[in-house]
């Protein structure tokens, strides 16, 4: 086991270094699908076989590939002549760091750590389906809700707007 | 090091990660790829979480990744959105730029 | 108590009654303003007869009084009264009798002038006045009336108050009196300090008893002198102002500016008798202990006597001869009350009143039929114009200069002399009293013999400086002369001014049997005691005889035997000694010497004042100012630059801290989220310390 999640933390994590960091944005794009990848493995790792496929449907085939579309609508294809890097940068680093730092924190000082493994637990999709209608209905309704919404008004905002100056 | 701690860490790393790049980089998309980053590495929180909690058949967990990944996905089609109407308008996508709501 | 002591206060209320209803009254009813001050004065005599024929009944020593409060302080009652004595009686009796009839001959005297009833409530104000010091029981009582007198004699004197020289002479008069006024004030406030009050007689608790008498006397002062010969000496300088004694005596001839009646009534019958009566009143507080004062009182009237006649020797002014006169006479009466006591100088005061006011009336009426003529180089041979005129000045005449046995002025200017050779100090006021009897009889018959002797200098008719005087004198000009033309010769006045002269010549012939030697009713009356023809009386009565005779003699050498015939010839006096009579015309230049010392003294004292006022308290006031405005200026000063200032760099401090602030808005959403992030590490790290267990 730790071996298989040694590498996968490793992949995941030099993809998710690469993403933030190349110049070219396509190269961004690309890395942050392997990134999503690396992550439905460890979800595959973790036994949520569910999510891991929902993660690889929904983020690699969709959120990636709408980022890709963004990129190419916005010609950020071509390399930017500029830094990459935003005005005050160093103060980003900064933050990320302390963040990192408290979090890591946390976890050290978590008693959670203690307690003992459980065993894997089998879930099955018809567990999930039944959870999520009876259960989670109303969750699932408002996401229904928050999908539609979603979609109108992203339509709406990259619409062209006419005659209207 | 239990196994917990791996994935807390992991989800903590690339949480970190994703943040760096949302602070640092000049590019609206890129900072929209840190966030989604984020939201990842919250996502494996949970499912760490749900894995080695005390009641897994509870569900709890990936039910509330399901329904993050849904809105996730939400959130990100709007924000492309957004950046490409910003881009219709101001011809750019450094954020740098954007500055307009300033007092 | 009998009615006519209870309502004695009528007597000076009814002139001043009269007076106040002659104020409100319009210019033009001069016969009412003149009725009502001769009916109020009728009335005032009639009750004076009435208060004398019972002070008569009472006897000598009788006295009644009528005391009543008047206000409180503290808890004390300050009181004020009349009295009833022989004193009173006869004072009463004269002033109301003299004045009746000087307000009868005011009536043809001021005839023509368009003040006529201002002069009548002058009048009336000044006799009731007068009647009020009669009648007082109280220094503080007579007081006030004795500055009422001298209000309304500042009034008259300057009733022709558009003449510069009346307004002069009756401010100068004014403030002469007052001199000696504030003098009788320190008297009265120590007296009231001494013996607690002011009452004059208060059934042996008034301040001439007894009682306070001898607490008086056995007080001294720091310097050995008695209190009540202090207090004596004060009252005395109050008399000195008010009586014209040497050195106070200089307002009297002046005073001649006024009106004939005024000066008639004023300053030879009553207000200047006010000064004699005041020492009689107070007689029992002189005359206590060793008399000092006494002595003072002596002296000056005898010094006052000689130095007046011998002034009057060398005037020309018919008026101011007569007002030398007055003051020589009021010495002879303060050296009679002096050497010989009351009963000798008020006998001398009461024929003084008749004879002097004639002469005085007598001179009014040769100044109007000469039309306001009033030199007596310009005038002459009046006796076959104004006959009636001639024969009653020449009877006054005679009764001034003491003519033997028929006029009452021998009688009692020989009382006087009398008293004087029997005075244990000194001989020397009887030899001046000699002295000056022969300058009057001298000086009245150069008088008699300028006026009424001879061929008239008066030129009427040609432009002289008589008419130009005529323009002066009483402000109406020789044109509105209410004749048609100016005659050529003097004229006689008309009866309303010929009747009082009759009638007072009358009365200066009788009253002297009332108090000869052989029947001394005056005096006894009085409370004085008289031999009878003793060989010391006939030998004086003999002695002033032939003294009346050389004065005489010596004036009709002089004068009447070959009488001036043009005014501008110089007096024979002045031919013979013209140092002596400049001296004596320019009245020993004493008003150039108070000129010169006193009044240039008031001069800078009140120009010291003034600079004082000016610079030092004025400058403090300035400088209070001063500082008020700099106060003020430094306040703006503080709140422009300092408050303001502050204010507004504070303001810029705000904004600019604000506009500091405000880049943290610079619409920079990753910046935003940097921040954001700061804040979500400091949470988390609150929320796990927070939930740390302890």
């Known amino acids: ?140 309704e408002v996401v229904g809700l928050l999908l539609t919404a979603a979609l109108i008004g992203a339509v709406i905002i990259a619409m062209k707007e006419e005659g209207k100056k | 090091m239990s196994p917990l701690a791996g994935y807390l860490i992991l989800s903590a790393f690339l949480f970190a990660i994703g943040l760096a790049g949302a602070l640092t980089r000049r590019n609206a998309i890129i900072v929209l790829i840190g966030i989604e980053l984020m939201l990842n590495a919250a996502n494996l929180n949970f499912i760490a979480f749900w894995r080695f909690s005390e009641h897994p058949e509870a569900l709890t967990g990936i039910l509330f990744v399901i329904f993050s990944i849904g809105v996730a996905a939400a959130e990100a089609a709007v924000g492309l959105a957004l950046i490409i109407a910003i881009y219709r308008h101001y011809k750019t996508t450094n954020v740098d730029e954007m500055n307009s709501l300033k007092g | 108590m009998p009615w006519i002591v209870k309502n004695l206060w009528l007597i000076p209320a009814l002139p001043m009654l009269a007076a106040g209803l002659s104020a409100l009254a319009p210019r033009r009813y001069k016969k009412f303003s003149a009725s009502l001050a001769i009916g109020s004065m009728i009335i005032g005599f009639l009750l004076s007869l009435c208060a004398f024929a019972h002070a008569v009944g009472q006897g000598e020593g009788g006295r009644q009084v009528c005391n009543f409060n008047w206000f409180q302080f503290g808890d004390q009652w300050l009181q004020l009264g009349w009295v009833l004595d022989p004193l009173t009686a006869v004072m009463l009796v004269m002033v109301t009798f003299v004045g009746t009839l000087i307000f009868v001959y005011s009536t043809g005297y001021m005839a023509h002038d368009e003040n006529f009833t201002r002069f009548f409530t002058f009048l009336s104000l000044f006799a009731g006045a007068m009647l009020g010091v009669v009648i007082a029981n109280s220094l503080l009582a007579l007081f006030i009336c004795w500055e009422l007198v001298g209000l309304t004699s500042y009034l008259l004197i300057g009733f022709w108050y558009h003449k510069p020289s009346a ?57 050995g002198m008695a209190v009540s010969t202090g207090i004596g000496l004060l009252i005395f300088a109050g008399a000195v102002g008010k009586s014209g004694q040497v050195p106070l005596h200089v307002w009297l001839p002046d005073a001649m500016e006024g009106p004939t009646p005024v000066s008639a009534l004023i300053h030879a019958a009553t207000m200047v008798a ?75 005061l009461i024929t003084h009143a008749f004879f002097k006011a004639l002469l005085f009336m007598g001179a009014g009426s040769v100044i109007h039929g000469c039309h306001d003529e009033q030199d007596i180089c310009r005038m002459g041979g009046l006796r076959k114009y104004m006959p009636i005129t001639f024969a009653t000045y020449a009877v006054g005449t005679l009764a001034l200069c003491g003519f033997p046995l028929i006029v009452s002025g021998f009688w009692s200017k020989d009382e006087i002399l009398h008293a004087a050779r029997g005075w244990p100090i000194s001989q020397v006021p009887f030899w001046l009293g000699v002295v000056g009897a022969l300058f009057t009889a001298f000086y009245m018959t150069r008088q008699v013999f300028y006026v009424f002797f001879g061929d008239t200098r008066l030129h009427l008719g040609k432009t002289t400086a008589s008419e130009q005087r005529t323009v002066d004198h009483a402000g109406v000009t020789a044109k509105e002369h209410p004749h048609d033309e100016l005659p050529g010769h003097p004229h006689e006045s008309p009866a309303s001014m010929t009747m009082p002269l009759v009638v007072l010549a009358v009365c200066s012939i009788l009253l002297g049997f009332i108090g000869t030697p052989k029947w001394p009713w005056f005096q006894k009356f009085l409370g004085a005691e008289v031999e009878g023809f003793t060989q010391d009386v006939v030998l004086l009565m003999v002695t002033s005889s032939i003294v009346v005779f050389i004065g005489m003699g010596l004036g009709w050498w002089f004068y009447g035997r070959k009488p001036m015939e043009q005014s501008e010839e110089p007096d024979p006096l002045e031919v013979l000694r013209p140092d002596i009579f400049s001296l004596l015309r320019h009245k020993y230049y004493v008003d150039e010497i108070y000129e010169r010392s006193v009044i240039a003294f008031n001069a800078w004292f009140a120009r010291a004042c003034d600079w004082l006022d000016f610079w030092v308290w004025n400058g403090v006031v300035q400088l209070v100012s001063y500082f008020v405005v700099g106060i003020s200026w430094a306040d703006r000063f503080f709140d422009e630059f300092v408050v303001n200032l502050g204010f507004d760099e504070g303001c810029k401090g705000v904004s600019a801290g604000g506009r500091i602030l405000s880049r943290l808005q610079n619409g920079r959403v990753q910046n935003y989220l940097r921040v954001i992030g700061i804040g979500l590490a400091v949470l988390a790290l609150l929320m796990i310390w927070g939930c740390r267990p302890s």
């Open chain 3, 274 to 348: 006010a000064g004699v009566f005041l020492v009689a009143r107070v007689y029992p507080l002189m005359s206590a202990g060793s008399g000092h004062s006494l002595h003072v009182v002596t002296w000056v009237g005898a010094i006052t006597a000689i130095f007046a006649a011998s002034i009057a020797l060398a005037q020309n002014d018919i008026k101011r001869i007569l007002a030398y006169s007055t003051v020589s006479q009021l010495g002879y009466m303060m050296m009679g009350l002096g050497v010989g006591g009351v009963a000798v100088g008020m006998f001398h």
């Open chain 3, 167 to 223: 307004a002069a002479a009756a401010k100068k008069a004014f403030i002469t009196t007052r001199i000696g006024d504030v003098a009788l004030l320190l008297g009265m406030v120590w007296l009231y300090s001494q013996s607690g009050t002011l009452l004059f007689y208060n059934n042996g608790a008034g301040c001439l008893e007894q009682t306070s008498l001898t607490a008086l006397v056995a007080h001294t002062t720091s310097f």
């Open chain 1, 1 to 140: 086991m730790n071996i298989i999640f040694a590498i996968i933390a490793a992949v995941t994590i030099a993809a998710g270094v690469a993403a933030m960091s190349l110049r070219n944005l396509v190269h961004c794009a690309l890395a942050v699908a392997v990134a999503f990848a690396g992550l439905a493995a460890a979800y595959l790792q973790l036994g949520a076989q569910f999510v891991g496929f929902t993660q690889v449907l929904v983020y690699v085939g969709a959120v990636a590939i709408l980022i890709v579309f963004a990129i190419l609508l916005t010609r950020g294809a071509e390399p930017p002549q500029q830094s990459v890097l935003s005005s005050g940068w160093l103060t980003g680093i900064f933050v990320a760091v302390v963040v990192l730092g408290v979090l890591v924190y946390a976890i050290a000082k978590s008693s959670v750590l203690q307690s003992p493994v459980p065993p894997q637990p089998e879930v099955t999709v018809h567990q999930i389906g039944e959870a999520l209608m009876n259960k989670f209905v109303l969750p699932l």
